[in-house]
Antibody
Framework: EVQLVQSGAEVKKPGESLKISCKGSGYSFTSHWIGWVRQMPGKGLEWMGIIYPGDSDTRYSPSFQGQVTISADKSISTAYLQWSSLKASDTAMYYC?????????WGQGTLVTVSS | EIVMTQSPATLSVSPGERATLSCRAS??????LAWYQQKPGQAPRLLIY???TRATGVPARFSGSGSGTEFTLTISSLQSEDFAVYYCQQYNNWPWTFGQGTKVEIK
């Protein structure tokens, strides 16, 4: 069974750093793109970026380029999304997603709350 | 960046009725178009990919059509569990982009 299991909810202060994770299982982790999708409270879905764990090829949406870093450790089948300096506007639900003709599997989401 | 525009923003439908949701792309995305359903507090669920192919386990009452810039998701007879928000998404060109969503609510 394919599963993407994300790390738990986070509460951070503005300016703090954060790295959240997404562990894949039940499939060949290195053979599918993994992406990150943001959903701000009460809003729609936004692609942030994607990574191909097989060779770490990474692409960012222009809106998120330079704002976050996406990485993957194929030895432990885990993808990451990280911030070096959080802002209140980063408060959102973040989903990881396996790409295969659209997104066929989603993580359960990680809620990130940034508040002073 | 390709802009995806969904209409209407909200669709009020009675159970058992047909629902037709539209999605327009600002430039051709060929058939690289997916539809998702999202219920409150849940991750999205893939319904349709390749514009018209139902994902595994998706009931036959969901159908997708279109190519190029105009796409449609049809729910032939709405069930109570179908009231949700629906998103289209193109994956023809990076950055991939979602439409803003159509909320299907009970009339």
């Amino acid at each position: 069974e394919v599963q993407l299991v994300q790390s738990g909810a986070e509460v951070k202060k503005p300016g703090e750093s954060l790295k959240i994770s997404c562990k894949g299982s039940g499939y060949s982790f290195t053979s599918h793109w993994i992406g990150w999708v943001r959903q701000m409270p009460g809003k729609g879905l936004e692609w942030m970026g994607i990574i191909y764990p097989g060779d770490s090829d990474t692409r960012y949406s222009p809106s998120f380029q330079g704002q976050v870093t996406i990485s993957a450790d194929k030895s432990i089948s885990t993808a990451y999304l990280q911030w070096s300096s959080l802002k209140a506007s980063d408060t959102a639900m973040y989903y990881c997603a396996r790409v295969s003709g659209g997104v066929d599997y989603w993580g359960q989401g990680t809620l990130v709350t940034v508040s002073s | 960046e390709i802009v995806m525009t969904q209409s209407p923003a909200t669709l009020s439908v009675s159970p058992g009725e047909r629902a037709t949701l539209s999605c327009r792309a600002s430039q051709s995305v060929s058939s690289n178009l997916a539809w998702y359903q999202q219920k409150p507090g849940q991750a999205p669920r893939l319904l349709i990919y390749g514009a018209s192919t139902r994902a595994t386990g998706v009931p036959a009452r969901f159908s997708g059509s279109g190519s190029g810039t105009e796409f449609t998701l049809t729910i032939s007879s709405l069930q109570s569990e179908d009231f949700a928000v629906y998103y289209c998404q193109q994956y023809n060109n990076w950055p991939w982009t979602f439409g803003q969503g159509t909320k299907v609510e009970i009339k």
